[in-house]
């Protein structure tokens, strides 16, 4: 009898795991895939001239050595993906550098003797929002801004301005079982430059909020390509259920790209799937 009755609690405790791991699995699978996309022209949005970068811009993957050289002769901590690129002006070099909004000028020589370190001011010139609703909610904002570069002069009387696009995306949802509004929010933003040569450099950050209790996230990976004709930054995010022998599994890919005609693009795609198993 007291065999019976175990084989039954236990018949009964794995039956309501499977329950609730199938409807925290069912409440956080998408209805079906998801794709959007969206396109600016720079001329169509500001009406004003953007300001290209007059010599050409190494990114950091073609410079790496040097400028890992110039950082560490500095007391700066900097995370290299913020790099924004490297130019040449005569005898020294400028290195653009970009953090949680702030540009950072670094001159150097050809030894990477580091000669200034200046504080940039991105000044804003236009801004313009756009927003779309669906099985996503999508926001999008573009703003313009104008930054003035010191040229290696012992005076700092040398200077000349460059313009700069700074593009978020972010991406949510609601769902059944959530906190609040913004469920699966999912926000990346670049920023860009262009240089005489069409090359494109960007440097980008994107942060995650779940706001869930089934979810969690299992990925976060971030992406960014400067390149001759196009940058480019996105993120690819992963959630997975709660729970057990059941789960839904969701990824979302957001990307901000612009090319060297200075034609925007957004767009986002997701998919998600149910998977047996133990986990």
């Known amino acids: 009898m007291y065999e019976l009755s175990s084989k039954k609690l236990i018949f009964i405790t794995i039956s309501l795991i499977l329950v609730i791991s199938l409807i925290s699995a069912l409440v956080t699978l998408p209805a079906e895939p998801y794709h959007s996309s969206n396109e600016f022209k720079f001329s169509e949005l500001f009406n004003t001239s953007f300001h290209k970068y007059p010599v050409p811009l190494s990114s950091y993957s073609a410079s790496s050595g040097y400028i890992d050289s ?32 702030n540009i950072t000028e670094i001159i150097a020589d050809d030894r990477a003797n580091v000669l200034e370190i200046n504080a940039l001011e991105m000044k804003p010139v236009g801004s313009r929002e756009f927003s779309a609703t669906g099985n996503l909610m999508e926001s999008t904002v573009i703003e313009l801004y104008e930054l003035e570069i010191l040229l290696p002069d012992p005076d700092k009387s040398s200077s000349l301005t460059v313009s700069a ?16 509004d913004k469920n699966k929010d999912v ?13 494109v450099l960007v440097v980008g950050n994107s942060e995650v909020l779940t706001n869930c209790t089934l979810l969690s996230v299992t990925e976060n990976k971030e992406h960014s390509q400067s390149g001759k ?8 995010v992963k959630w997975e259920s709660k729970g057990l022998f059941i789960c839904s599994k969701s990824e979302r890919e957001p990307h901000i790209v612009v090319d060297k005609f200075i034609t925007i693009k957004t767009w986002v795609a997701e998919d998600s799937w149910l998977i047996l198993g133990l986990f």
């Not at 290299?80 to 653009?96: R, T």
């Not at 696009?165 to 609040?180: A, F, N, T, V």
């Not at 004709?229 to 690819?236: D, I, L, P």
């Open 187 to 199: 926000y990346i933003e670049g920023l860009f430059f262009i240089d005489s040569s069409d090359n």
């Open 165 to 180: 696009l700074e593009i978020s995306h972010e991406s949510w949802e609601d769902q059944i079982g959530c906190k609040g």
């Open 229 to 236: 004709t196009f940058g480019e930054f996105y993120n690819s």
């Open 70 to 101: 110039v950082i560490d002769s500095t007391s700066l901590r900097i995370d290299p993906q913020n790099v924004i690129g490297l130019s040449e002006f005569g005898a020294a070099n400028i290195i653009l550098i970009e953090s949680e909004g």
